[in-house]
C-alpha cells in the first residue's frame, strides 16, 4: 500500500537563537536541532524510515524560515526511488524564506534504481534580504554494484517563481540523452548547486561567487564537466556531471564551503553526520 508522508517545519528566531517547530504525518521524521556552530544556525537532519520511495508513495515537505532565522537541513542517506510498476513515486519540497532569513538545504542524492519513476520537484520563495544556499543531485543507476540505468526515468522541476525554472525529464531509453556529446555523454551523476538571493547582491560579491567557485572546479578532476554561471543577478548556479556520485558531491561541498565562509562569514564544520 501506498505512503504519503509530509512533515512542515518552520524556523523561528526567538531572540539570538533559531527555533526549529515541526509538524509530521506518516513515515518522515527530523531528528532534534543541533547547534554546533551556536545558538544562531539550527541544524537539523531529514530522516525516512522506509528508506526509499516505491510506486505511489510521496513525501510532502515544507520548510518556512522566519524573519532573521538560519537554519541548516540535510539527510543521512540518499533518496532511494525504486522500481515502480504502475505509479511513479513522488518528492515534493517548498521551501520559503522569509526577510533576512537564511537557509542551506543540503540533502544527499536522488538515487534512482533501474525501473523506477521518479518525480523530484523543488520549490522556492524568497523575500527581500533572505539568502538560500541548495543542490539539487541525482545519481542514475547503481553503477557499483553492476546495476546501470539501463530502464526507468526521472522527472525534476526546480523553481522559483518568476527567477529561475528548470524542468528536466530523464529516460533510460533515451540514447542521445544518455550517451550524446550534447546530453550526459555516458556520465551518471548531475548535481546543481546555487546561491539564491531575494536582493540582488552587488555586482562584486557576485563576481566572487563565481571565482570561488571556478577555482575549485579548475583544480577538481571534473573540471571538464563542470561550470559556474549567474543566470542573473540574484541566482548564481554550479553544474556538474561525475560518472559516479562522490566526485560529484565532493566538488559541490566544497564550492559551498567556500561560498558559506565568504559571502556568510561563516566557516563551520560540515555537518557531523556527513562522516559517519
Same mark, same amino acid.
Given at each position: 500500500?501506498?505512503?504519503?508522508?509530509?512533515?512542515?517545519?518552520?524556523?523561528?528566531?526567538?531572540?539570538?537563537?533559531?527555533?526549529?517547530?515541526?509538524?509530521?504525518?506518516?513515515?518522515?521524521?527530523?531528528?532534534?536541532?543541533?547547534?554546533?556552530?551556536?545558538?544562531?544556525?539550527?541544524?537539523?537532519?531529514?530522516?525516512?524510515?522506509?528508506?526509499?520511495?516505491?510506486?505511489?508513495?510521496?513525501?510532502?515537505?515544507?520548510?518556512?524560515?522566519?524573519? #532573521? *532565522? +538560519?537554519?541548516?537541513?540535510?539527510?543521512?542517506? $540518499?533518496?532511494?526511488?525504486?522500481? %515502480?510498476? /504502475? @505509479?511513479? &513515486?513522488?518528492?515534493?519540497?517548498?521551501?520559503?524564506?522569509?526577510? #533576512? *532569513? +537564511?537557509?542551506?538545504?543540503?540533502?544527499?542524492? $536522488?538515487?534512482?534504481?533501474?525501473? %523506477?519513476? /521518479? @518525480?523530484? &520537484?523543488?520549490?522556492?520563495?524568497?523575500?527581500?534580504?533572505?539568502?538560500?544556499?541548495?543542490?539539487?543531485?541525482?545519481?542514475?543507476?547503481?553503477?557499483?554494484?553492476?546495476?546501470?540505468?539501463?530502464?526507468?526515468?526521472?522527472?525534476?522541476?526546480?523553481?522559483?517563481?518568476?527567477?529561475?525554472?528548470?524542468?528536466?525529464?530523464?529516460?533510460?531509453?533515451?540514447?542521445?540523452?544518455?550517451?550524446?556529446?550534447?546530453?550526459?555523454?555516458?556520465?551518471?551523476?548531475?548535481?546543481?548547486?546555487?546561491?539564491?538571493?531575494?536582493?540582488?547582491?552587488?555586482?562584486?560579491?557576485?563576481?566572487?561567487?563565481?571565482?570561488?567557485?571556478?577555482?575549485?572546479?579548475?583544480?577538481?578532476?571534473?573540471?571538464?564537466?563542470?561550470?559556474?554561471?549567474?543566470?542573473?543577478?540574484?541566482?548564481?548556479?554550479?553544474?556538474?556531471?561525475?560518472?559516479?556520485?562522490?566526485?560529484?558531491?565532493?566538488?559541490?561541498?566544497?564550492?559551498?564551503?567556500?561560498?558559506?565562509?565568504?559571502?556568510?562569514?561563516?566557516?563551520?564544520?560540515?555537518?557531523?553526520?556527513?562522516?559517519?
Amino acid at each position: 500500500m501506498p505512503w504519503h508522508a509530509s512533515l512542515a517545519l518552520d524556523y523561528r528566531r526567538e531572540g539570538p537563537r533559531t527555533v526549529a517547530h515541526f509538524r509530521h504525518q506518516g513515515p518522515l521524521r527530523l531528528l532534534r536541532s543541533l547547534y554546533p556552530e551556536g545558538d544562531a544556525i539550527c541544524h537539523n537532519v531529514l530522516v525516512h524510515p522506509p528508506g526509499g520511495l516505491v510506486g505511489g508513495d510521496t513525501l510532502d515537505i515544507r520548510v518556512q524560515a522566519g524573519p #532573521g *532565522a +538560519r537554519g541548516l537541513i540535510t539527510t543521512p542517506g $540518499a533518496t532511494r526511488f525504486y522500481r %515502480c510498476e /504502475a @505509479e511513479p &513515486a513522488r518528492q515534493r519540497t517548498e521551501l520559503a524564506l522569509e526577510a #533576512g *532569513a +537564511r537557509l542551506e538545504w543540503l540533502p544527499q542524492e $536522488a538515487l534512482c534504481y533501474p525501473g %523506477c519513476d /521518479a @518525480e523530484n &520537484a523543488l520549490r522556492l520563495t524568497l523575500a527581500e534580504g533572505a539568502e538560500l544556499i541548495g543542490w539539487d543531485v541525482a545519481a542514475l543507476g547503481l553503477p557499483a554494484a553492476g546495476q546501470p540505468f539501463t530502464r526507468g526515468q526521472l522527472r525534476q522541476h526546480l523553481e522559483w517563481p518568476g527567477r529561475w525554472l528548470e524542468r528536466g525529464h530523464i529516460d533510460a531509453g533515451d540514447a542521445r540523452l544518455m550517451d550524446g556529446p550534447l546530453g550526459l555523454a555516458g556520465q551518471r551523476c548531475l548535481g546543481t548547486l546555487f546561491w539564491l538571493c531575494g536582493t540582488p547582491p552587488a555586482r562584486a560579491l557576485r563576481e566572487q561567487a563565481l571565482a570561488l567557485a571556478r577555482e575549485r572546479i579548475e583544480a577538481s578532476p571534473l573540471r571538464h564537466s563542470a561550470g559556474a554561471t549567474a543566470l542573473q543577478p540574484g541566482v548564481v548556479v554550479v553544474r556538474v556531471l561525475a560518472p559516479l556520485t562522490e566526485p560529484a558531491m565532493l566538488l559541490l561541498r566544497e564550492v559551498r564551503a567556500a561560498w558559506r565562509a565568504a559571502l556568510w562569514q561563516q566557516d563551520g564544520p560540515p555537518p557531523r553526520i556527513w562522516s559517519t
